[in-house]
């Protein structure tokens, strides 16, 4: 079958199922109508480069798959790269300045050494996400890059946190909003544009969890990561932690920057129906990112024994996770999963399971996490116009020979 | 922005040109086949030049091959590509030709994912 993910789509049959999967199913009865076996995920892949999965080379946008991701702290080259514009190649660390305007009483432009000396350096494992990771499932389709589950990563960051930068500068009453600018280009090489300008409510950027970044895993940033300076918003969508970042303006209004407006970051603000769109006044911009968990072994459609080790991590934007659950048999029954402390808050939190599946077949492992205030992981899609939030529950297909 | 339009305009009129000059002259040996890679990964049908000639001017092909759109939604985006990045309108008759080439093999259904 050319594609067997859309047959399924188009309502195959169960009886169907174990002849397309090439194993029996164990719990084949407990499988809904309608469904997908995550043994097709694999077909919604683009090629591969160096571990990365390259979505797009200009701009260069590249996510990592979901075993490869397997590490406590993400290594710096399975780290996703999402960039809007011509990135900044060869930046001269020692000349590079921050500008900090707008509604502070006292602006200022600091050097990367100006802030190493004048703020507490702190070193952070830090979740960022892109809003649209897990687009590439939405159906019907919505636009924008196709990530599907890799474009999220928890590294160790180290710079100083933006409140106290801030409050250096002292906040004037009015403010209300942070605009980010930063060295890259916008693709059409006009320098009047900005690839990206997007901001956060001053409460967030006073909250003393944003970091001002100048290392990534001990070591300085890399040019895909925005050497040398960006920031992390950790738990707020990835395009809040802006590259290669100059300029932060304190506004008395929401930032109305590039990618800031219109559908950009945003969804609507009651349920819809999949394929069903809403007016642009119908839309609020994306804060906290919710409460989601990655399976990173064993890797999806993998054959083995009968002895299974499951990992994975799991986060909630600004919240812990509370508990992790897993299933072998399509939901049927649940399990609660070792679920180890996060590093430090903003950190995604790792959690294993072993089970024994003693008849060989066809299993999925799903996992679900539920965060400290309560929220737990949809099985389906909360579908939306621009393809964002995707945390419905990873499955994992398993061949037990 | 314009300029890389524009350069991408006379490739486009490379492209088409040389079938007529092929015509006009039926003596010369028929030009080189134009091979799938020139397209990078867009699927290879009626349309395709135009198409990745014009999209190619400010971005990769990869991020067309990746949509699955119903043609008022690309021609909709075509609006957004001028309202919001500068873009020059895409000039008749190339924008019809472009909008049933991505209609017929980048809709919804997505046959032609890149894999």
Redesign the interface.
């Known amino acids: 079958m050319a594609n067997p993910r859309?047959a399924f789509l188009k309502g195959a049959g169960v009886a169907f199922t174990a002849a397309a999967v090439g194993a029996n199913i164990p719990f084949i009865r407990n499988i809904p109508k309608g469904f997908v076996p995550a043994a097709f995920a694999e077909?919604?892949?683009?090629?591969e480069k160096e571990g990365l999965r390259?979505?797009?080379?200009?701009?260069f946008c590249a996510e990592t798959e979901a075993h490869l991701l397997d590490d406590s702290v993400t290594p710096t080259s399975r780290h996703f790269v999402r960039n809007n514009g011509t990135p900044v190649q060869n930046a001269d660390v020692g000349a590079w300045t921050l500008e900090i305007d707008g509604l502070v009483e006292r602006p200022a432009r600091f050097s990367i050494a100006d802030l190493r000396s004048q703020f507490e350096v702190v070193s952070k494992a830090l979740v960022i996400e892109c809003a649209g990771n897990g687009r590439a499932f939405f159906d019907?389709?919505t636009?924008g890059?196709?990530w599907t589950r890799g474009a999220v990563a928890c590294s160790l960051w180290t710079g100083v946190r933006l409140a106290d930068v801030l409050q250096h500068c002292g906040i004037q009453p009015e403010a209300l909003y942070t605009a980010h600018f930063g060295a890259d280009r916008?693709?059409?090489?006009?320098p009047a544009?900005e690839p990206i300008s997007r901001g956060v409510p001053i409460s967030k950027a006073l909250d003393g969890s944003v970091l001002i970044a100048f290392e990534q895993n001990q070591a300085p940033l890399h040019p895909t990561q925005g050497a040398p300076l960006r920031l992390v918003v950790p738990g707020w969508p990835g395009s809040c932690s802006h590259k290669w970042l100059t300029r932060i303006w304190v506004r008395d209004q929401v930032h109305d920057g590039?990618k800031m407006t219109?559908e950009s970051y945003r969804v609507p603000t009651y349920p819809v129906e999949p394929g069903e769109k809403v007016g642009r006044d119908d839309l609020r911009i994306i804060e906290r990112m919710p409460v989601k968990s990655l399976i990173t072994h064993p890797q999806n459609g993998v054959v083995g024994g009968s002895h299974v080790e499951v990992r994975g991590h799991a986060w909630s934007g600004e919240r812990s996770i509370d508990q992790v659950d897993l299933s072998y048999d399509f939901g049927a029954t649940w399990q609660a999963a070792t679920l180890d402390p996060p590093m430090n808050p903003g950190a995604w939190q790792d959690f294993r399971i072993e089970f024994q599946l003693t008849t060989p077949g066809y299993y999925e492992v799903w996992a679900r996490a539920t965060d400290s205030a309560d929220e737990m992981q949809p099985h389906a899609i909360n579908w939306n116009q621009k393809g964002y939030l995707n945390n419905a529950m990873h499955r994992v297909a398993l061949r037990v020979a | 922005m314009k300029r890389d339009c524009r350069s991408h305009l006379l490739l486009l009129a490379a492209l088409v040109c040389i079938p007529i000059a092929c015509a006009q002259e039926p003596k010369d040996p028929p030009p080189e086949p134009i091979a799938p890679a020139s397209f990078g990964v867009l699927h290879h049908a009626e349309g395709v030049a135009e198409t990745f000639a014009f999209c190619t001017g400010c971005h990769s092909e990869h991020i067309v091959a990746q949509q699955g759109l119903e043609r008022e939604d690309w021609d909709d985006l075509f609006t957004y590509m001028e309202d919001e990045h500068g873009m020059a309108a895409i000039p008749e008759p190339f924008k019809t030709k472009i909008l049933d080439y991505l209609s017929a093999h980048y809709g919804p259904e997505r046959p032609h994912f890149p894999k």
């Open positions: 859309r077909d919604m892949s683009v090629p390259i979505l797009s080379e200009r701009p019907p389709p636009l890059n196709q916008h693709l059409s090489g006009d544009k590039a219109g």
